[in-house]
Each structure stands twice: as structure tokens, then as C-alpha cells.
T-cell receptor, first 115, second 116 residues
Framework: DAGVTQSPTHLIKTRGQHVTLRCSPI?????VSWYQQVLGQGPQFIFQ?????ERGRGNFPDRFSARQFPNYSSELNVNALLLGDSALYLC?????WGQGNQPQHFGDGTRLSIL | AQKITQTQPGMFVQEKEAVTLDCTYD???????LFWYKQPSSGEMIFLIY??????QNATEGRYSLNFQKARKSANLVISASQLGDSAMYFC?????????????FGKGTRLSVIA
């Protein structure tokens, strides 16, 4: 079975541009979360979606937005890119909602570099 | 305040030896879950092991075991019989209220290097 897939793998943008990152969850998983991991740090939570509804938002500015589609895939959008947005963006999926012992399964991430 | 603390930025271990990676956490919730993930240089976060706050037994998964000391708020990962492929970053994470609708909070990680 395919794991969580993210695209693109790498991306280079300049300040002020916009970027869209994509994620396909594991088949049957309905919950998708996005995390930002800057160099030398652990991942930080950005968004969580379940059944196409936003269920949680981390401490990120409104330049960050996301959505989940009927097939449970998801997009993360970042507007007006800043140098500080350079990071590895990780998508994670999990089977359901409300079962705390279910691990989140992560993709390989999208490495975003802002020049 | 930091919720997850991993005090070892880097660790070295000889192949076939056991190693303990430290993790302490801070929460006022009675119900929470603790996770360990492995991140190779490729970037993917690989789930290793889970421990619930009400679990009486320490979790084990193959060569991985979690030394859970609730009173000390520690959840150390023990890797037995280290292999070269174990070289990676290791992250401890917590989910408060042990419910799927709260995100994972990660520590800063420990870089493990296994030496032949």
C-alpha cells in the first residue's frame, strides 16, 4: 500500500511569491495534518483537517491556508512568502478522529527554499 | 514553556549495543499519549512506538521499548542491538488529552549515530 505522498519534493521560490503544496493520504485515512519543520527543530503543527473540515490550526499567520478535498487529499497554500518560510513541510494522515492512540503517518515532505 | 524536552542533541552508540534516548514532558492533563518518531536524512518521519498515559505496561515494538516513568514525566526510548540503519534523528512527541483532535507537539530531537 502506498504511504503518504507529497508533491513537489523540492521547491525554490522568491520572497513575495505564492506556493501550493499537495498531499495524498494513505488510502482509507480521512484526517490530514500539516507541519512545518525548520532546520534543527522538531515539526510544528500548522493545520489539521478531518472530513474536509478544519479541525485545528496552529500559531501561524493568515498567509497560511489549507483545504481538504472529497478524496481526502489536501493542499497547503502560503502567500507572500518570507525568508523564514524556508522549511520542510510535512503532511501526515491518520485513520480517524478521536482515537488518540492512532499514530500519524508522515510523508517525505516538501523542502521549500525561499531566496 | 517547552512541553517536550530532549536534552541530548547528539548520541553515539556502537553497533549491536543498546542506547537510551531521553525525553521529558510537561502537561497538566491526566490523559495524554507519547510517541517516538525516527527521521532519516530523507526527511520522512517514521512512527516507532506509542505509550498512553494510562497504560500500565511499558510499550515495546521489536527492538524499541519505551521506559515510561509517569511520576518523573519521562518517556525514554531504548533501542536494543543497534544497527547502522538506526542512524537518524529521533523525535519524542506528545498528544494531550490523548484524543485525535489535538496535534502532536514535538521535541527538538536527538541525532543518533551508530558506529561500526
Amino acid at each position: 500500500d502506498a504511504g503518504v505522498t507529497q508533491s513537489p519534493t523540492h521547491l525554490i521560490k522568491t520572497r513575495g511569491q505564492h506556493v501550493t503544496l499537495r498531499c495524498s493520504p494513505i488510502s482509507g485515512h480521512k484526517s490530514v495534518s500539516w507541519y512545518q519543520q525548520v532546520l534543527g527543530q522538531g515539526p510544528q503543527f500548522i493545520f489539521q483537517y478531518y472530513e474536509k473540515e478544519e479541525r485545528g490550526r496552529g500559531n501561524f499567520p493568515d498567509r497560511f491556508s489549507a483545504r481538504q478535498f472529497p478524496n481526502y487529499s489536501s493542499e497547503l497554500n502560503v502567500n507572500a512568502l518570507l525568508l523564514g518560510d524556508s522549511a520542510l513541510y510535512l503532511c501526515a494522515s491518520s485513520l480517524g478522529w478521536g482515537q488518540g492512540n492512532q499514530p500519524q503517518h508522515f510523508g517525505d515532505g516538501t523542502r521549500l527554499s525561499i531566496l | 514553556a517547552q512541553k517536550i524536552t530532549q536534552t541530548q542533541p547528539g548520541m553515539f552508540v556502537q553497533e549491536k549495543e543498546a542506547v537510551t534516548l531521553d525525553c521529558t514532558y510537561d502537561t497538566s492533563d491526566q490523559s495524554y499519549g507519547l510517541f517516538w518518531y525516527k527521521q532519516p536524512s530523507s526527511g520522512e518521519m517514521i512512527f516507532l512506538i506509542y505509550q498512553g498515559s494510562y497504560d500500565e505496561q511499558n510499550a515495546t515494538e521489536g527492538r524499541y521499548s519505551l521506559n515510561f516513568q509517569k511520576a518523573r514525566k519521562s518517556a525514554n526510548l531504548v533501542i536494543s542491538a543497534s544497527q547502522l540503519g538506526d542512524s537518524a534523528m529521533y523525535f519524542c512527541a506528545m498528544r494531550e488529552r490523548n484524543s485525535g483532535n489535538t496535534p502532536l507537539v514535538f521535541g527538538k530531537g536527538t541525532r543518533l549515530s551508530v558506529i561500526a
